[in-house]
């Protein structure tokens, strides 16, 4: 089993950046893979960028693509996600979580552990 814990939300102007970190443990990710997902009132959760650990491959939303990078810290158990340029659009709840079947994907029923989500509000 794989725990998550996700941290750095905040409040952050337009054109801002924060930066989020989702710590990890109770398992290697070598196997799984891990996903950014985010939840505004009144919407779907969405997929916003994931990571397959064991090549690196990325992989990001058509509408963050450009302005966020998903990386890892293995030394830290840590997988962040760098946000720039930063829109009142991005404001939602952020969750990271894990896919055992080590595969990405961007819609939520794929994944497995999730982590309790971060608040991110962009304004002015």
């Known amino acids: 089993q794989v725990q998550l814990v996700e941290s750095g939300g905040g409040l952050a102007q337009p054109g801002g950046s924060l930066r989020l970190s989702c710590g990890y443990s109770g398992s290697s990710l070598d196997y799984y893979a891990i996903g950014w997902f985010r939840q505004a009132p009144g919407k779907e959760r969405e997929g916003v960028s994931g990571l397959i650990a064991s090549d690196g491959s990325t992989y990001y939303a058509d509408s963050v693509k450009g302005r966020f990078t998903i990386s890892t810290d293995n030394a830290k158990n840590t997988v962040y996600l760098q946000m720039n340029s930063l829109k009142p659009e991005d404001t939602a709840v952020y969750y990271c979580?894990?896919?055992?079947?080590?595969?990405?994907?961007?819609?939520?029923?794929?994944?497995?552990?999730w982590g309790q989500g971060t608040q991110v509000t962009v304004s002015s």
């Open positions: 979580a894990a896919n055992a079947a080590g595969y990405y994907a961007d819609y939520a029923e794929e994944y497995d552990y």
